[in-house]
Structures are given as structure tokens and as C-alpha cells.
């Protein structure tokens, strides 16, 4: 099994207010969420940054004692490194050095299943490659990928940058290619009126979770970080008798690269399109903040900062200071304190749910003539029946039914509406 030497560094100057345990804690967890073992963890903190190093001098030189006597394959950095820093340090370590995000798209590429997934990390592998790319293209062959392949030292591999470039642009094509695709099913399901919900939030937070307990499906969950990488999207009919599609979506994390966002941006369209967002966060983490704080961020950076929102504060199950959840859950605004695992006050989500899209219900009657009775049943499904009269002129329905859908019927000739 490949074994990593951890450095978490905090750098002062640095926006942005984690500590630094939950600095050293975040990348554990990232690093568990592979095959790789954790030797040590090294703590460093630093006023400011160094050109050459990131950290100083001293401390690299403590570093690579511990890589080699510890024996370790790979060092692990949990603050993002430039090209040249992470040069210098593999060559002054003697060690494969890799950075937070590059370990990031690892975990992606190693989860990746779908076509698209994949295409979608290798593009972003390939735009964190191309500024460290060396000279006319020569790269290092450990910077091909980061844990699980080879250290320094080995044979350099040439690259042609133009290649790298040409297959950035193939990659781009293909990904605008399923977008197109799924556009046009989510027009279909647009057309059908169906109102969508969006799960959002922190990687591990309970997404997969509460789908499968709001759904009943057996979307893949764990403890491991980023499990879901793509997303599902489910049918679910509400108590009000009105059907919605619920969606499951990637993990976010707090300063996610940047190019994974921008590649994992025709995914999270189904966050640009939802009507409803559920933000779902652990309250049994005590970075529950910090978590909150990174999620509405990528929200922001999608353009979907101000899409309504209710809060799940899910794994209720765990925390032991009731009290405390109490307080705050104040913090949150539409929010329900629940657990995705153990089913506790899931009806007050789904109640929340139903009111949100009930209040944009309209009420009106209408007159439904015998040559179309394929109406009612069309009702039926769409909408929700309050009443229905059997008269000789036709079917007299009063129904709650969405804007959208209401604009769609008003064009029909055969329906009357009466109010
Ligand atoms: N105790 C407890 N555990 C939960 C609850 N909800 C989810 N979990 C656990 O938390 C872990 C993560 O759950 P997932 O549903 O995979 O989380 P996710 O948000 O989909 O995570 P990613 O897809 O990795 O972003 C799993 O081990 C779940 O069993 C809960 O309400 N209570
Ligand atoms: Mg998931």
C-alpha cells in the first residue's frame, strides 16, 4: 500500500479563517477517502508564503527527514503549490510532492464511472497540468497523477503541449455535446411541468442519503468524501398529490479548484434550473459553519446564490446537545433538524417541501368536454384534483394546478376556464 507523509499548513496571510486542525483534520479525510496509508501529519504554520517552498527552508528540511524515515512514497500538501514549489520540494524532499487539488482530482478520477464524470476530470486534470508544464512541454512523469504513480526521479515523459491543448478542446466539444443532450431531457421534463428540487452541499453531509429515505432508492452512500459524482434524479410524489423530481448532486468542498467547478458546471446546471434548493448539512460536525459558509460560495459562484433554499440539518441522530441544535437551527431560515439515516422528522421536510410549492398553486375550475376526456386523467397526474362534477356539457374539475402548467392549458381551446 502507498504511504503518505501529510503537511498541513496554515498560511496566516491566507483568506478565509479555518484552523488549523480543521485544516489538518479536512485533508485526513480526504486522504482516508483513498488506498493511501497516513504515516504522520506534520503541522506548519507560516506568517506568509514562500516563492520557492510555500513553507521555509527549516521546516523542509524536517519534512524530508520524516519522508525518509518513515519511508513514505508521497508527500502530501494540504495547501495548494505552484509549479516551481512543487519542483523544489519534490527535488529537496526526494519525494513525490502533491498538492491539495491535485489530490482532489484524484479522488474524482478515482470515483469517476460515467463517461461524462470522467471526461469531465480529465479535462480538469488536464488544465491543472497545463501551466506546470515545463520548457517546450516536458513535463515530469509523476505529474501525470498524483497518488498511486511514480515518484521523481523516474524517466522525464515528453508531452507536446500542443497535444495537451488539442485534447482540452476535444474534451470541451464532447462535454458541450451531453450537455446538449441532457438539455433537451430537461426541457422534456420542463415541458411536463414537473417542479424540481435540488439536493446541495457538503461532500459527505447526507445527499445520497436523503434521496434514498425520500425516494427509496439505493443511490451508493459512505462515509468516504465526494461518493457521489453523478448525479441521480428521482421522481416524488407529494402529499398535496403533486409530483416533483428530486436531484442528488456532487459534494462541495471548501476552496474546490476552481477548474473542477468550471468542468463539473454542465452537472450542477441542475442546480442553475432547480426551483428548490435543500441545502443538507451535518450538524454533527462542529465545522458546520465553516461547511455552511463554503456551500453558499459555490452556490455564488454557480449564480445560484439567491435560489430559494431550505435547510436540512441532517445526522440529528448523533449529536448529544440537543439544546445547542435548538439554537442553532435559529441561525438557519427554513430549516428542519432531521436524520437522512435513521428516517427522524422527515414528514417536517416534506411538509416544508409541499407548503413551498403549494404556495405557488393556483385554483381554478374548469369545464372539460367529453371528446377529451384524456384531460382528466392528464389532471390527474399534473396537478392536484379538489373536486370533480360529471355534468352533460362535459367534466367540471377544480383542481390546484402550477403557473406554469396553467399558462399551458389556457392555450388549449377545448378546456374552459371558468375561474
Ligand atoms: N448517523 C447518521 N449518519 C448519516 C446520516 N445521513 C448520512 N449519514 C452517513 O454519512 C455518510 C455520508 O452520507 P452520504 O449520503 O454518502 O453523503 P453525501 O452528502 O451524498 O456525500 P458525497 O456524495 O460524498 O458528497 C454515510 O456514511 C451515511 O451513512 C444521518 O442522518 N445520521
Ligand atoms: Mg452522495
Not at 179 to 200: D, E, F, G, M, Y
Not at 350 to 371: C, D, E, M, R, W
Amino acid at each position: 500500500m502507498e504511504k503518505a507523509l501529510l503537511v498541513s499548513v496554515q498560511v496566516k496571510t491566507d483568506k478565509g479563517h479555518w484552523r488549523i486542525e480543521d485544516i489538518s483534520s479536512e485533508l485526513e479525510e480526504l486522504v482516508s477517502s483513498t488506498s493511501v496509508e497516513i504515516t504522520s501529519n506534520i503541522i506548519c504554520i507560516c506568517d506568509k508564503p514562500t516563492a520557492n517552498y510555500l513553507i521555509g527552508k527549516g521546516k523542509v528540511e524536517e519534512i524530508s527527514a520524516i519522508a525518509n524515515d518513515e519511508k513514505v512514497d508521497t508527500v502530501i500538501f494540504s495547501h495548494d503549490l505552484s509549479g516551481t514549489q512543487q519542483r523544489n520540494l519534490e527535488r529537496a524532499i526526494g519525494k513525490k510532492t502533491i498538492d491539495r487539488t491535485q489530490l482532489i482530482l484524484d479522488i474524482f478520477a478515482q470515483r469517476a464511472r460515467s463517461p461524462e464524470g470522467k471526461m469531465q476530470v480529465e479535462l480538469a486534470q488536464l488544465q491543472y497540468l497545463l501551466p506546470r508544464l515545463i520548457g517546450k512541454g516536458i513535463i515530469f512523469s509523476n505529474l501525470g497523477g498524483g497518488i498511486g504513480t511514480r515518484g521523481p526521479g523516474e524517466t522525464k515523459l515528453e508531452v507536446d503541449r500542443r497535444q495537451i491543448r488539442r485534447k482540452v478542446d476535444k474534451l470541451k466539444e464532447d462535454l458541450n455535446n451531453f450537455r446538449l443532450h441532457r438539455l433537451t431531457t430537461h426541457k422534456r421534463r420542463k415541458s411536463n411541468n414537473l417542479p424540481s428540487v435540488v439536493l446541495v452541499g457538503y461532500t459527505s453531509a447526507g445527499k445520497s442519503t436523503l434521496l434514498n429515505r425520500l425516494t427509496d432508492s439505493s443511490q451508493p452512500t459512505s462515509e468516504k468524501l465526494f461518493t457521489t459524482l453523478d448525479p441521480l434524479s428521482k421522481s416524488l410524489s407529494l402529499p398535496n398529490g403533486q409530483n416533483i423530481i428530486i436531484s442528488d448532486t456532487v459534494g462541495f468542498l471548501h476552496d474546490l479548484p476552481h477548474h473542477l467547478v468550471e468542468a463539473f458546471k454542465a452537472t450542477l446546471e441542475e442546480v442553475v434550473d432547480a426551483d428548490l434548493l435543500i441545502h443538507v448539512l451535518d450538524v454533527s460536525d462542529h465545522r458546520l459553519y465553516q461547511h455552511n459558509q463554503a456551500v453558499l460560495e459555490v452556490l455564488e459562484e454557480l449564480g445560484s446564490g439567491d435560489k430559494p433554499m431550505l435547510t436540512a440539518l441532517n445526522k440529528v441522530d448523533l449529536a448529544v446537545d440537543r439544546g445547542w441544535l435548538n439554537v442553532t437551527q435559529k441561525d438557519f431560515s427554513d430549516s428542519v433538524l432531521l436524520s437522512a439515516k435513521t428516517g427522524e422528522n422527515m414528514e417536517a421536510l416534506i411538509a416544508k417541501v409541499s407548503q413551498y410549492f403549494s404556495g405557488l398553486l393556483l385554483n381554478i375550475k374548469v369545464i372539460i368536454p367529453h371528446s377529451r376526456m384524456e384531460l382528466v386523467d392528464f389532471f390527474y397526474r399534473r396537478a392536484k384534483i379538489n373536486k370533480i362534477d360529471y355534468l352533460d356539457t362535459g367534466v367540471r374539475v377544480e383542481l390546484s394546478i402550477a403557473k406554469g402548467l396553467y399558462d399551458k392549458i389556457s392555450e388549449d381551446k377545448d378546456i374552459k376556464i371558468i375561474c
